[in-house]
């Protein structure tokens, strides 16, 4: 269950990390906020979207393979976020895309490794806790990007969570456990 809760906080934790960061970043390089709504729209659709082919892939092929996969999507969004900013509006379509389909790939997948590994007598204490490490990442996530983007500037903030991200996702790799082939 900690591979799935770290992953879960960091997970939420890049969300409530965008709605502060990316605004800021974006109109520092001239957009507007129309511009920067669209941004931030794409990302929770495709992540909403996402998630029910999402879910019947892990049904397929297991939890595991889409939660490390998908968390080493997200920290490519933020990358990808820094590598086009030349051009805003592009770098910013194409990391919400990329962060949405990351998102909607872990989202299923956790909650059910979680589901997978806890016995019906548990079960709900088990959910109940995974969803308060991955709901307070929410909260961390807008913490951690006012702090970081104060002492170290909004780019040096999208590294720190690319990095985040993938360092989650590497723990899972390590941590998280398939119980049944697929």
């Not at 729209?41 to 019947?56: E, K």
């Not at 806790?129 to 709901?135: C, E, I, M």
Request: a positive charge; proline letters at 4%.
């Amino acid at each position: 269950m900690r591979g799935a809760s770290q992953a879960g906080l960091v997970n939420n934790l890049n969300d409530g990390l965008t709605w502060g960061v990316f605004p800021l970043l974006f109109t520092d390089h001239g957009l507007g906020l129309a511009a920067v709504g669209l941004i931030k729209g794409i990302y929770p659709v495709l992540w909403g979207i996402g998630q029910i082919p999402a879910g019947h892939l892990a049904d397929r092929i297991g939890r595991k393979p889409l939660i490390v996969t998908g968390m080493l999507v997200q920290a490519t969004g933020f990358l990808l976020a820094l590598a086009l900013l030349d051009q805003p509006l592009l770098a910013g379509i194409f990391s919400a895309v990329v962060l949405g389909l990351g998102t909607a790939m872990v989202y299923p997948a956790l909650i059910a490794s979680v589901s997978d590994h806890a016995h019906p007598a548990w079960r709900a204490n088990a959910l109940g806790t995974y969803r308060f490490w991955r709901d307070i990442g929410y909260a961390a996530g807008a913490l951690l990007a006012g702090i970081l983007a104060d002492t170290f500037g909004l780019n040096a903030t999208v590294i720190a969570a690319a990095a985040l991200t993938a360092a989650s996702g590497l723990l899972a790799a390590r941590w998280i456990t398939d119980l049944t082939k697929h």
